[in-house]
């Protein structure tokens, strides 16, 4: 199993960037995916995850920016940002809990961060 996360990069202050994660491998079914970022020198945090229901759940200093969506038919989850700031400066990890196609328990999967940066 791997996820495959794209769409970092550079934004300016108030800008936009949307990232995308897939996951691909031998996967019967994904539970919960989600977003985490870590800036230099912090922890790693939750940004936003989903259910394969829709549920969503997101850190306070994201809510009303941030927008997590899914494709249950993809295995791919988004992340819309909006209004960024610099302190959304920080690698994005994706993570989802899969259940593989000859297992009975779901694991967490990371995939490999994306950086985003947000300067002027």
């Known amino acids: 199993v791997q996820l495959q996360a794209s769409g970092g990069g550079l934004a300016q202050p108030g800008g936009s960037l949307r990232l995308s994660c897939a996951a691909a491998?031998?996967?019967?079914?994904?539970?919960?995916m989600g977003w985490y970022r870590q800036a230099p020198d912090k922890q790693r945090e939750l940004v936003a995850d989903?259910?394969?229901?829709?549920?969503?759940n997101y850190a306070d200093s994201v809510k009303g920016r941030f927008t997590i969506s899914r494709d249950n038919a993809k295995n791919t989850i988004y992340l819309q940002m909006n209004s960024v700031t610099p302190e959304d400066t920080a690698v994005y990890y994706c993570?989802?809990?899969?259940?593989?196609?000859?297992?009975?328990?779901?694991?967490?999967?990371w995939g490999k961060g994306t950086l985003v940066t947000v300067s002027s």
């Open positions: 993570k989802a809990e899969i259940r593989g196609r000859w297992s009975y328990s779901y694991v967490g999967h």
């Open positions: 989903i259910t394969s229901g829709g549920s969503t």
């Open positions: 491998g031998s996967i019967f079914s994904i539970n919960v």
